[in-house]
């Protein structure tokens, strides 16, 4: 062992792959190199000592040579603050340790796990509505940290009891943390220890392994033929071109965010489809949507005087320029011209599923699957079984059997 400055002691580095300093040693291995650590007054928690593990970034490293380079200069500044008096138990010395970066503001294991988080989600491709709900959350896993005092927990020291305890004392202490919103940012967080692991700051995903919270099921709350009728009346007399955008959602089968990117190139009315980007996480696909007889004269009205870049449904849904990116766009409109003077409970992607439910009853489940870009038809089943299970009601309230 070597002695330390205040009574501590270390072993000798061990570096893996064996090899590591030959041309032996390969890319496909996961270097590290690691010691143990032993301070007299914290045998109790460590009886044989604290292990420090030096990763960081190293096998993100392409070439033998640059690998070899960083993990010896990770070796080399850990010794010295070790030297220097630097102790990972009680992090004396701290503010130096960011020296074993090779490259400043690289995040490592020693990094605070909400910067290291943040990071993460800095780093991620997701679309800004969904990074915007991800701070939220983080803000929250900052106030309860804070609260629990795990605050200054390191990503690499971070273990799934604290991401649990913070989610648990969150529900316990906000009233809209509810059981889904807890589901919610269990998968947020989960989904970005994902680029924590592979830069080697994070040793596992925490979040993963803590099980989801059981959610209370919302009574559905679907569309009826009267709100139907009393929608349309109302919108085509009082706020007609939001009536003539709920028309073209209606029988496009798309999502709000889809048709709100959507530009007048990539809409071909000849052929009667369009062209969509469909996000789900940080994959993206292409998608036709098919343009129905019924609707057309609705799509030629809306692109008239239009320019192939205008995006179809810019701030004043007209063809404009500009890109509106937020969905509350919409919604909003929704809650102030329908629910509120109608007295109507639905929310804006129930005509999504009243859509998908009158194409199942004319047509399939297998159409209405491929008008809303679903691969299985699962989701459209499922939205057709609700009004199945309505009629079966209806018919049993009357039918007439004797005892």
Request: aromatic letters at 10%; hydrophobic letters at 35%; proline letters at 3%.
């Amino acid at each position: 062992m070597i002695v330390l400055p205040n009574n501590c002691r270390r072993s000798e580095f061990h570096v893996y792959p064996g090899n590591w300093k030959t041309n032996k040693a390969k890319l496909t291995d996961t270097w590290y190199a690691d010691c143990r650590f032993i301070d007299p007054k914290y045998m109790d928690k460590y009886p044989k000592g604290k292990n420090i593990r030096l990763k960081a970034g190293i096998n993100l490293l392409k070439t033998i040579g640059e690998r070899k380079f960083v993990l010896q200069k990770l070796i080399e500044e850990l010794e010295m603050l070790l030297n220097e008096g630097y102790n990972p138990i009680t992090r004396n010395g701290k503010q130096i340790i960011g020296a074993i970066n090779t490259n400043p503001g690289v995040t490592t294991n020693s990094t605070p796990f909400i910067t290291a988080l943040r990071t993460s989600l800095d780093n991620s491709s997701l679309v800004k509505e969904t990074k915007d709900d991800i701070k939220s959350v983080l803000k929250n896993l900052e106030k309860a940290a804070n609260e629990l005092g795990y605050i200054n927990i390191s990503i690499g020291d971070l273990q799934i009891k604290h991401i649990k305890f913070c989610l648990d004392h969150l529900h316990k202490t906000i009233p809209t943390f509810s059981a889904k919103r807890f589901n919610k940012s269990k998968a947020y967080i989960s989904g970005l220890f994902k680029y924590l692991i592979e830069i080697g700051a994070a040793y596992g995903n925490m979040a993963k392994a803590i099980s989801p919270m059981k959610e209370t099921p919302s009574k559905q709350i679907m569309l009826t033929d009267d709100d139907v009728k009393r929608i349309k009346e109302h919108l085509s007399k009082n706020h007609l071109q939001f009536y003539k955008f709920i028309i073209l959602f209606f029988y496009s089968g798309g999502r709000i965010k889809e048709l709100l990117r959507l530009q007048v190139k990539n809409i071909d009315l000849r052929q009667q489809k369009y062209s969509t980007i469909v996000k789900k996480g940080n994959k993206e696909r292409w998608v036709d949507r098919t343009i129905r007889n019924v609707v057309l004269p609705f799509w030629k009205e809306q692109l008239q005087n239009a320019k192939p870049n205008d995006f179809v449904f810019s701030y004043n849904l007209l063809p404009h320029e500009t890109q509106v990116r937020s969905t509350k766009h919409i919604t909003k409109r929704w809650n102030r011209y329908v629910r509120e003077p109608l007295g109507i409970k639905a929310t804006f992607y129930k005509l999504k599923h009243r859509s998908a439910n009158e194409t199942v009853k004319a047509a399939s489940a297998k159409l209405a699957a491929g008008q809303m870009g679903h691969t299985t038809t699962r989701m459209a089943e499922e939205v057709y079984a609700f009004e199945q299970k309505q009629r079966i009601h209806e018919e049993l309230k009357g039918l007439d059997i004797e005892f």
